[in-house]
């Protein structure tokens, strides 16, 4: 039975979060209801969270470390943001359950981010997407280096 609207937590579409993750993560993340991926960028999310308010917040993953052989439907994701966490707490400890299996010889990060309903991306061209409180689009046709907040692609279609 599908999850009761009622008791979802609002979007927001004003703000989204734009991020690189190697796809193999990606596709390893994709059979869990809820995966965390890391971030040395407490500041971003910090930041996030302070502007959603609590509401869910839509992800835009940019699929990393690429071959030839990985189909186009699979080089953008798109995910809801649930929260984040930082290191040193036992809520980080608790969200390391929810780590895709590929990620266990990854680095240690200073905070982790939740997400569910990963799945490929339906549309989406990173040169068009607007970072937050900025007027002009990202440009460029390459990923970003990490994650940034981006201006809601669908805000003006609401």
């Known amino acids: 039975m599908p999850p009761d609207p009622a008791q979802q937590p ?7 979060l ?23 960028n407490w500041e971003l999310f910090r930041k996030l969270n302070e ?14 470390h690429l071959n030839e052989a990985i189909p186009d439907e699979e080089r953008l994701w798109r995910a809801l943001y649930i929260g984040s966490c930082e290191a ?17 010889t990854d680095t ?3 905070v982790h981010w939740l997400i569910r309903d990963l799945r490929p991306a339906e549309w989406g061209l990173i040169s068009e997407m607007i970072p937050f409180g900025k007027k002009e689009s990202y440009g460029k046709p390459s990923r ?3 994650p940034i907040l981006i201006k809601h692609p669908l805000r003006d279609l609401s």
Do not use: C, M, N
């Open 144 to 146: 970003p280096q990490g």
């Open 51 to 64: 502007v959603s308010s609590g509401q869910e917040v839509d992800v835009y993953i940019v699929a990393t």
């Open 88 to 104: 040193g707490t036992e809520k980080f400890r608790q969200s390391e359950k929810h780590r895709p299996a590929t990620t266990v």
């Open 18 to 40: 734009l991020a690189p993750v190697p796809w193999t993560h990606l596709r390893s993340a994709s059979q869990l209801k809820e995966a965390t991926f890391g971030s040395d």
């Open 10 to 16: 609002a979007r927001t579409l004003e703000i989204a």
């Open 108 to 110: 240690s990060f200073a």
